[in-house]
């Protein structure tokens, strides 16, 4: 570490400590989404100055780039609370409206079910048991089909469905089984970003259900479960990474900590080839921003040309690496202009929903929270709001909206 990396860690600790201070003070309590983009960028940014890894320099510009997105989301937040000021908050959770939530849950983890056990009697049939267990890593490639794949996908909402049956003491036996069943889905579909994506909108909806008795203690105690979990995925499932890399720190001395870190920071040295013009330019407006349109047009209609999902890898010095953060791809996509509108409107976006969940009592405001928070938590890594997100939601509205509400987006209903 130079001093310089020093200097820009204190810069950032600071940045962050601020984001915390201020995020209290807007909303009562610490864990809001203001702290989260805050604390999660700058967290990312400290640690890639910590110099673990031989990475790529970081420019002065690359940055600035993330300064200005932590501006942004600042005043966006500051506009979703014009005329809401902190007296008229609820400190305590609003009367807890839970109707539909037990038939949600049971719906959701069927269909899930469904899914997993369809792709494995197509990938039993297609291979045979025995090579199929022989070849574990064939899921990584095979199981997630099209349509079928959407159903085993679903099973990411059972385990924060669950989290708000537990927090009502509405939890009966068979749903631990349900759970289960919905997780080990997950497993097989070969991809550790969905059991991720479960884990973290369950632990937004839990920070939810009480934000007053959420701790810092239970973060990090999340963190460490993912944490082990990525580690034992990586070195068992995901045979297709690099195991390790050249160190001259402790890390070295503790390969399986590795990969993590990479994923940690990694996206600010792969942004720097976006700022500097090392790497090639999107192919299209909005290849990012707009994936959920383009693969609608073209995976979807045939309309266009289906747009690839993966973004190109570029080189960060210890490795090749393909994700640019949120703010860093949403500036590939679209400059200066578009980091700065749409860093505004995710900042206003998750506080009005955050808003919503603090002020209504309906369950499914907080599964809403809870999948935009997860890309709020992974912000310094990938733009999370792609097509899978949109399918979830639009999920979550016409079961929970729809289905079970009559449509009714904002009318507290009585509860049950």
Known sequence: MTFVDFGWLLLFAF???VGLVLGKRMFGFWFSPLAVFIGMNCASMVAYHLRLLEFSEVSPMTHFLLLASLACFTFGTMIALEGSPREKLNDEPPPFDGKGLDTFFTITAILASIGWL?????????HGLGALLGNIWVLQLEFQMQFIGYLNMIGILVLPTFVLKWARGRVHFWDYALVGTALFGLLLAGIKAYLIYSMLTALFVWSTTRPDRFRPAYLFAGLLVMLGFFIVYTNK?????SGSFESRTWLANFPSLQRPYVYLVGSWPALE???????????MGGVVVLQPLWKLLGDGLGIIDPMPFNLPFTNI??????????????????GWPGLIILS????????KLYLRVRRLGYWAHHL?????????????????????VFVILGY?????FVGLRGGSLFVRQDND
Do not use: C, H, K, Q
């Open 273 to 283: 080839n976006i700022v500097n013009g090392t790497m090639p330019d999107a192919p």
């Open 118 to 126: 369809l792709a494995v009697m197509i990938l039993v049939g297609r």
């Open 237 to 241: 499932v995901d045979v297709f990474v």
């Open 15 to 17: 940045v962050a400590a």
């Open 317 to 334: 010095g210890t490795t090749f690496f393909n994700v640019y953060s949120l703010p860093g791809e949403i500036f590939w996509d679209f």
């Open 368 to 388: 809403v929270y809870g999948i935009i928070g997860y890309g709020l938590f992974l912000s310094p890594f990938v733009y999370s709001y792609r097509f899978n």
């Open 344 to 351: 505004t409107a995710l900042g206003a976006i998750s506080t």
């Open 396 to 400: 979550i509205f016409a079961v929970a």
